[in-house]
């Protein structure tokens, strides 16, 4: 069957280092998306990207980068690691703009 | 801009209790509804669609242009119910606008 995956589940990771989340799918779809997930604010969306080489950013982009060489992988980086992105990770992808999301198992991330 | 409202934080009901779980919305042209659920540390999940009319889990919605709303309802709250529900709205030509969740807990 077809999947999304992240890896790692669970991260700890230093104010200031550079840490990649990755985030995998089988299911063949352009769109995909990084959201973060916070008590009080919800689902907001870091990044997302409509195809190969096209990405874009989304409402709390800033201090995030991703990249998109292929169709399946669309890896969230943070550049210098704050505590402000401690957070649970969702990656999700779709088929098409009408389409409904599919969801990752989410990355916990703790930076101290 | 869209906007995606769900007024309530925290929604407590005893088993056996009917629910109603609310979203208002905030989009100028046709929307496209989804109500999405995430259990306890688990992946979030599509649950429905307004464009499907479906009922699952015992779960329905209507989307209501004139008041905005797409309420979630079910009759007689189930414990295993208990989870995350989140209202997101789709304008086709862009990315999904999530509302804030609304935390619902079934009490035996």
């Known amino acids: 069957d077809a999947e999304i995956t992240q890896s790692p589940r669970h991260k700890i990771t230093e104010t200031g280092r550079q840490v990649t989340l990755a985030c995998h799918q089988t299911?063949?779809?352009?769109?995909m998306f990084w959201y973060r997930q916070d008590l009080g604010h919800g689902l907001r969306l870091i990044h997302y990207?409509?195809?190969?080489?096209?990405?874009n950013k989304g409402e709390v982009s800033d201090g995030y980068s991703v990249s998109r060489s292929n169709t399946e992988d669309l890896p969230l980086t943070l550049e210098s690691a704050a505590s402000s992105q401690t957070s649970v990770y969702f990656c999700a992808s779709r088929e098409d703009r009408n389409s409904p999301l599919h969801f990752g198992n989410g990355t916990r991330l703790t930076v101290t | 801009a869209q906007r995606v409202t769900q007024p309530e934080k925290l929604l407590s009901v005893f088993k056996g209790a009917p629910v109603e779980l609310k979203c208002n919305y905030s989009?100028?042209?046709?929307?496209?509804l989804f109500w999405y659920v995430q259990y306890s540390r688990q992946r979030l999940q599509l649950l429905l669609r307004?464009?499907s009319r479906e009922s699952i889990k015992g779960f329905t919605a209507d989307l209501n242009k004139g008041e905005t709303s797409f309420h979630l309802k079910k009759p007689f709250a189930q414990e295993e119910d208990s989870a995350m529900y989140y209202c997101?709205?789709?304008?086709?030509?862009?990315?999904?606008?999530f509302g804030k969740g609304t935390m619902l807990l079934v009490s035996p």
């Open positions: 989009y100028s042209g046709s929307p496209e």
């Open positions: 307004h464009i």
């Open positions: 990207s409509y195809g190969v080489q096209d990405t």
């Open positions: 997101a709205l789709n304008p086709g030509y862009s990315t999904l606008t």
């Open positions: 299911w063949n779809h352009n769109n």
